[in-house]
């Protein structure tokens, strides 16, 4: 079955550490998205990539990293420089002007 | 900078009427505009796509309509059902990007 998948699905952080999260997709597709979610609120673009070994910030890059060595792959990193990194983070990838597949998500706690 | 806003307050509706949702959208001149669904705790879920040079796209007992001048798309369920019960998300890509960057949604509510 294609899809995307996001792990894990549940994440805890202590102060000061950096974590990363995972996202896979075998849909093929070239352009991927990470968003963040708080609560009651929308989708803020932390970063994306169009194709492999590039990448643009988004809206909110500040304290998060993004690596796109593989086409499958769009790995985000939290870093300790993200001062409030507790939220719902949401993974999506999309190929030409077609709509966007999400993954189910990975909810990160400080603790 | 860009801006898309929807109703930040929760519509609530009783079953088998319409419910109307807005999406206004500054600063950006969009190639397409898209709507999702999202229930609590998962990710959002495509609906319906249109693009700049279409007014108007159905799809079963959806309707999204699509004023560039005005700014503004309006996604339409017809008969709602307290399935439809979920936040709806729209979306907006420009030209010659894949940026992708969505509303703050709104809550619907259908009640029986």
């Known amino acids: 079955d294609g899809g995307i998948t996001q792990s894990p699905k549940y994440l805890f952080r202590k102060e000061g550490q950096n974590v990363t999260l995972s996202c896979e997709q075998n849909?093929?597709?070239?352009?991927m998205y990470w968003y963040r979610q708080d609560p009651g609120q929308g989708l803020r673009l932390i970063y994306y990539?169009?194709?492999?070994?590039?990448?643009q910030k988004g809206d909110i890059a500040e304290g998060y990293s993004v690596s796109r060595e593989k086409k499958e792959s769009f790995p985000l990193t939290v870093t300790s420089a993200q001062k409030n990194p507790t939220a719902f983070y949401l993974c999506?990838?999309?190929?030409?002007?077609?709509?966007?597949?999400f993954g189910q998500g990975t909810r990160l706690t400080v603790v | 900078s860009q801006k898309i806003e929807q109703n930040s307050e929760a519509l609530n509706i009783q079953e088998g009427k319409t419910a109307t949702l807005t999406c206004n959208y500054t600063?950006?001149?969009?190639?397409?505009l898209q709507w999702y669904r999202q229930d609590p705790g998962r990710g959002p879920v495509f609906l319906l796509l249109?693009?700049?040079?279409?007014k108007e796209k159905r799809k079963e007992r959806l309707k999204v309509t699509f004023d560039t001048t005005l700014k503004q798309s309006l996604f339409h369920i017809t008969a709602s059902q307290p399935a439809d019960s979920a936040t709806y998300l729209c979306?907006?890509?420009?030209?010659?990007?894949?940026?992708?960057?969505f509303g703050t949604g709104t809550r619907l509510q259908v009640f029986p």
């Open positions: 999506a990838s999309k190929t030409g002007n077609t709509e966007a597949f």
């Open positions: 849909l093929n597709h070239d352009a």
């Open positions: 990539s169009q194709i492999v070994n590039d990448f």
């Open positions: 600063n950006y001149s969009p190639a397409y």
């Open positions: 249109i693009r700049e040079n279409e």
């Open positions: 979306a907006l890509k420009g030209h010659n990007t894949d940026k992708l960057i």
